[in-house]
């Protein structure tokens, strides 16, 4: 493999080249910390010096890891001493912004948050929106399908994709840098990437949609007294704020006062008695009709019992206050370690009882040590689940795996929702995908990757 590192040497320079404890000391993901241990780490600064590296890894049969923000939470960045990672970390720039056709192009290195704010200085946005904007990649992004909290409204990813451009394994350009909303030639080949977790190919470059800014922003924390009050709610607001309507996030009590009465890191806006909590935003032009619509829809709930009590913002600052209580995983990473983090779908009808179920089955299981924290996108079906056992063993989480998982699949939902399923979770790809499925995604990676050389041993093993 020496003699490789300095065949790319070559091709990126000196200082393209990371090894040893300039790669020990990275991390391969932010959850973990887990140090790298890669043999190398490559930073080409092009997609040309790319595909001349991945055409020598071909040559030479070496695997490849690709990596991004490194935000993810499936093990889907991990590479072994015999593998390089490719970071795309210097493929960092904002190539073109096209206000009149309301797209811009991008390099995959580039930050969300910087993609976030190059489309408010035309006054525009990009939709998608998570806690890790600072840190996290449109090719990481595009790469694990992101979602976020305004996936309700615009979609995930997949949807705020035109175009891309991607290497494969053996250093092929495959350059579709579409900037039209309507394309109907042939295969969409982008869709084959968006999501394979850089199993098929390396995303490069994108092209990426653009939507009107919406400066008016009303956001409520609300307390709800039951599952059924809380579905009722949702159904409520989407109804009446269909045009505006851009998060309905849910917070389970446990979340909610561990988040404030129980750890004081945030203040409980509402008292903490509630057994359910909603973040209510909307995204608007007219300030004060947004407002007036806003409010009204909060008062029919009120009459109609389906909230207790309820905070509206009145400022940036306290809107913060509000979306940090959601956002701030570092606090439950810190209150609940060693802890087990799971990411799930399933409809929305089948939450309640699905949650009641598992939460049975851990105080069963390990009534002493056994506790879970919930919140999710209910709007979009999504829950985030975090459970601690107070033990980090292999043996331990595969258990807890295998209460979580298999209390999901009586439900027909999804073992990844918008995370992916890295190292994590494809022995379990089973309970979501049919056999038939799962075959056809190996000849897609057989085909377009038959050496087995795109970050090996995710999604598929």
């Known amino acids: 493999?020496?003699?490789?590192?300095?065949?790319?040497?070559?091709?990126?320079?000196?200082?393209?080249?990371?090894?040893?404890?300039?790669v020990a000391q990275r991390s391969v993901d932010w959850f973990t910390k887990a140090p790298c241990e890669a043999k190398?780490?490559?930073?080409?600064?092009?997609?040309?010096?790319?595909?001349?590296?991945?055409?020598?890894?071909?040559a030479a049969k070496q695997a490849v890891v690709t990596h991004g923000g490194l935000t993810g939470v499936v093990h889907g960045a991990v590479a072994s001493p015999n593998e390089l990672v490719v970071s795309l970390e210097l493929m960092n720039q904002i190539e073109n912004i096209d206000a009149v056709g309301s797209t811009m192009q991008v390099q995959a290195g580039v930050t969300l948050q910087r993609v976030q704010e190059a489309a408010q200085e035309i006054d525009m946005q990009f939709a998608l929106d998570l806690g890790a904007r600072g840190s996290c990649t449109i090719g990481g992004n595009i790469a694990t399908n992101a979602g976020g909290i305004r996936v309700?409204?615009?979609?995930?990813?997949?949807?705020q994709v035109l175009g891309l451009e991607v290497v494969l394994s053996d250093g092929t350009v495959v350059s579709s840098m579409n900037t039209m909303l309507k394309n109907n030639a042939g295969y969409d080949l982008k869709q084959m990437f968006i999501g394979s977790e850089g199993t098929l190919g390396i995303v490069t470059r994108a092209v990426l949609r653009l939507h009107p800014n919406m400066p008016s922003e009303q956001t409520a924390l609300v307390a709800v007294p039951s599952f059924n009050a809380l579905t009722t709610l949702l159904k409520l607001v989407s109804k009446e704020l269909a045009n505006s309507l851009s998060a309905f996030e849910a917070l389970w009590n446990n979340h909610y006062a561990l988040m404030t009465s129980e750890t004081t890191k945030h203040t409980a806006l509402l008292a903490t008695d509630s057994p359910f909590y909603a973040i209510i935003e909307t995204l608007g032009s007219d300030e004060k009709q947004e407002a007036e619509a806003f409010a009204r829809v909060l008062e029919q709930a009120l009459e109609a019992e389906l909230i207790t009590d309820a905070v509206l913002a009145?400022?940036?600052?306290?809107?913060?206050?509000?979306?940090?209580?959601?956002?701030?995983?570092?606090?439950?990473?810190?209150e609940l370690n060693p802890m087990f983090s799971y990411d799930v779908s399933l409809p929305i009808v089948h939450m309640d009882e699905y949650v009641t179920a598992l939460e049975s089955k851990l105080k069963e299981q390990w009534p002493e040590t056994g506790a879970l924290v919930v919140f999710g996108h209910l709007g979009d079906g999504n829950l985030h689940i975090m459970i601690t056992v107070r033990d980090a063993n292999p043996h331990s989480r595969h258990q807890v795996e295998d209460v979580v998982y298999g209390s999901l699949a009586a439900y027909n939902g999804s073992i990844s929702a918008e995370h992916g399923v890295g190292m994590e979770k494809r022995d379990y790809l089973h309970i979501s995908r049919t056999p038939e499925e799962i075959a056809?995604?190996?000849r897609m990676k057989l085909a377009l990757d038959p050496k087995g050389l795109l970050n090996p041993g995710k999604i598929l093993g």
């Open 440 to 442: 056809l995604m190996k």
């Open 40 to 58: 190398a780490i490559i930073r080409p600064q092009s997609t040309e010096q790319l595909s001349q590296v991945m055409a020598k890894c071909h």
């Open 314 to 334: 009145n400022s940036n600052t306290q809107r913060q206050g509000i979306w940090e209580v959601r956002e701030d995983i570092e606090t439950l990473v810190h």
């Open 152 to 159: 309700i409204r615009y979609g995930m990813m997949r949807q």
């Open 1 to 22: 493999m020496d003699t490789l590192i300095k065949e790319l040497e070559n091709i990126v320079g000196k200082t393209g080249v990371l090894l040893g404890d300039d």
